[in-house]
Structure formats: structure tokens, C-alpha cells
């Protein structure tokens, strides 16, 4: 068995993760289900012999230090995959996580219309939330890749690692990915704010240094495309303004407030047919009802302010919820297994 035949084996049954481990067959996720595959059971030797197949001998050195490895695999001419070798009870183990090689659209995703107005900023901050494995990524390939096909702009991407490929079509674009082309995302970052960078794009904010360099960049005439882990637009703007030391929260809401164009979050469900997932969308846009309520850190009135604001594309993810539910798109158990308020749910 060989890992090219395991991939190709994971584009031709639309797969959107292969795991390999050990006393197991090769696993596949599919619509968001793990099933094992009826291949043969992987022994340790020969996980080990498969996985350092792929490594580099810098690469097997950096593991063998560090015990972790991510990095991305291509296959010429089919899918891009992003790769994690790690150890589990001293066996080495992989999750290789596909990365389509053509770049979906806005509309193909399904994503609301106001994401293009978004993506279409001058300067600001957008962000993009939801746990892992929701598409994140995804997402923000389209709003690149509309850029791309619109503008003029030098774009600045710093990914860990580097998924999409994107060809220059009017914009430049720079793919830099952290511990290859640069050590941190927070060193990137400060630098890329002297390359001349029209678009700056954080494949994920994570500590302080990233988060405030980012708030500066978006304050300073950029627009800033950027990732968190926060499952919802309210504590996305708690996240913010809690990482930052209680002396500097008054000035971060400020900054925040100011230059936060909208929020995006999303999760992938199970289709009520079995088949494929669906994508739920919250859409919160910086109006000037909400800039106000992140200043003054009023931040548990933001869902109310989200519902009265249809008019400027904003939506909760209960109210995505009800509709996909109406359209028979997802289950009533789905829909309530994600629901924020229940009590409101059931009166809808």
C-alpha cells in the first residue's frame, strides 16, 4: 500500500480527511463521518516506512525533534493535501487533509451574497470563525480569489502551512508560510506591513502580538482577512478584547470598534438526506449601532442587534438554522443540537 494510491483513493470518494493509525485499516472522513476503509490493518513498522516515504530527510529530522509535523503535500496535477505526523503511544501517525485544487466560489459555497461586499472592503478587518474543519479555509480562497479576479492589489497570505495555490490574475499575490519563509505569524506580519501589501491575510490569529499587529494593519489602510476559532460573531469580540491586558481593553475596543468590518461564522451539517453537508452561516456587519456596542463592550446585545439588521445582510445562526430546517436542507435534531436558544427556537 502506498500513500499515493490512499490519496487518490480519498479525491475519488470525495473524502475530506484520510487518517492513518495504527491496528486500524486507513480511516476516511466523508460528509463529516469517519468510516474505515476494508483494506488491510496497518502494522507500526510499515505506518512508520509509509509516512517517512513522504518526509523530507530536513523534514524527518524536524520530527524526530519536535515530535509534530505539519506541512503540505501535493500530487502533480490532482489535489493539494495539508499533512499532521505526530506520535500516539510511540507510533507514528498521519491525518492528511485534502485542499481541492480548484478554488471554489463565493456562490458555489453557498456563502451569503454580503460576503463579496465584504471581501470587496477597501480596508478593515474581516473575520472568519468556527471550529475546525468548517471550511474556514475555504472561505477565505473565495474572498481571495474574488480579489484576484477584481482588483488590482498586492495580497500578503501567511499560512501555516500554505493550501490553496493561487495564480496571479490582476493581483500579486504572496503565499508565505510560517516556519518555512518566515518563524512566526506575529514576525510576518509586523514585516508585511513594509512590503507594500494592499490585502494581508492570517491564515489564523493566535496569540496577542498576532492579533494586535493585525488591529493595526486593518487601522492603517489595510484590509485584513483573518481566521479564529470562536464559534460565533459575540464572543469574537470578547476573544479580541480579552487576550489584551486589562490596562489596554478600553483602547482595543476603540481600535476594534473602528476598524471591524463584519464577522463571518460557519459550520458544516449533515444533509437530512444522509448525503453531503450544509453550510450555516452567522453574518454579523459593522454597523454603526454595532461599532457602538462593542465600545461601549455591550457585547450580549450584539445578537439582538444582528436580528434587526436583515437589512444590511446581518443573520444569527438560529435564524440560518430555522430556514435550512424549513427547506428540509437539515434534521430538526441537527438544527437543535446547534441552537443557541432553544425556548426562542421552538416558538419559531
Not at 154 to 181: G, H, M, W
Not at 270 to 275: L, R, V
Amino acid at each position: 500500500m502506498e500513500i499515493r494510491d490512499l490519496l487518490l483513493m480519498c479525491i475519488e470518494k470525495n473524502a475530506s480527511d484520510l487518517h492513518l493509525t495504527e491496528n486500524e485499516p486507513p480511516i476516511l472522513r466523508i460528509d463529516g463521518r469517519l468510516l474505515r476503509t476494508n483494506l488491510e490493518i496497518l502494522n507500526k513498522p510499515d505506518l512508520k516506512k509509509m509516512l517517512y516515504s513522504v518526509l523530507s530527510n530536513s523534514q524527518k529530522e524536524i520530527f524526530e525533534r519536535e515530535l509534530e509535523l505539519d506541512f503540505s503535500l501535493a500530487l502533480p496535477g490532482l489535489d493539494r493535501f495539508r499533512v499532521n505526523i505526530h506520535l500516539q503511544k510511540g507510533s507514528v501517525e498521519g491525518a492528511f487533509r485534502r485542499i481541492p485544487i480548484e478554488i471554489p466560489t463565493v456562490e458555489k459555497l453557498g456563502l451569503p451574497k454580503i460576503i463579496t461586499d465584504l471581501a470587496r472592503k477597501p480596508n478593515g478587518l474581516v473575520l472568519v470563525t468556527g471550529p475546525t474543519g468548517m471550511g474556514k479555509t475555504t472561505t477565505l480562497a473565495a474572498m481571495i480569489d474574488l480579489i484576484n479576479s477584481e482588483r488590482e492589489c498586492l495580497v500578503t497570505c501567511i499560512e501555516d502551512p500554505i493550501e490553496f495555490i493561487y495564480t496571479n490574475k490582476k493581483s500579486i499575490i504572496k503565499q508565505r508560510e510560517v516556519y518555512a519563509d518566515t518563524h512566526s505569524f506575529a514576525q510576518a506580519l509586523r514585516h508585511a506591513l513594509r512590503q507594500d501589501p494592499n490585502v494581508i491575510v492570517v491564515g489564523e490569529m493566535r496569540d496577542l502580538e498576532t492579533i494586535s499587529t493585525a488591529l493595526t494593519a486593518a487601522e492603517t489602510g489595510h484590509l485584513v482577512l483573518a481566521t479564529l476559532h470562536t464559534p460565533d460573531a459575540p464572543q469574537t469580540v470578547s476573544r479580541i478584547i480579552d487576550v489584551f491586558p486589562p490596562h489596554q481593553q478600553q483602547q482595543v475596543k476603540l481600535q476594534l470598534s473602528d476598524c471591524l468590518q463584519g464577522v463571518v461564522s460557519q459550520l458544516l451539517l449533515p444533509h437530512a438526506s444522509g448525503k453531503g453537508r450544509v453550510l450555516a452561516t452567522e453574518v454579523m456587519v459593522a454597523t454603526s449601532s454595532i461599532r457602538n456596542l462593542i465600545r461601549e463592550q455591550q457585547i450580549e446585545q450584539i445578537p439582538t442587534a444582528m436580528q434587526t439588521g436583515l437589512q444590511y445582510g446581518m443573520n444569527t445562526m438560529d435564524g440560518c438554522l430555522k430556514t435550512l430546517m424549513q427547506k428540509g436542507l437539515i434534521t430538526l435534531d441537527v438544527a437543535m443540537s446547534k441552537i443557541k436558544n432553544k425556548e426562542e427556537f421552538k416558538q419559531l
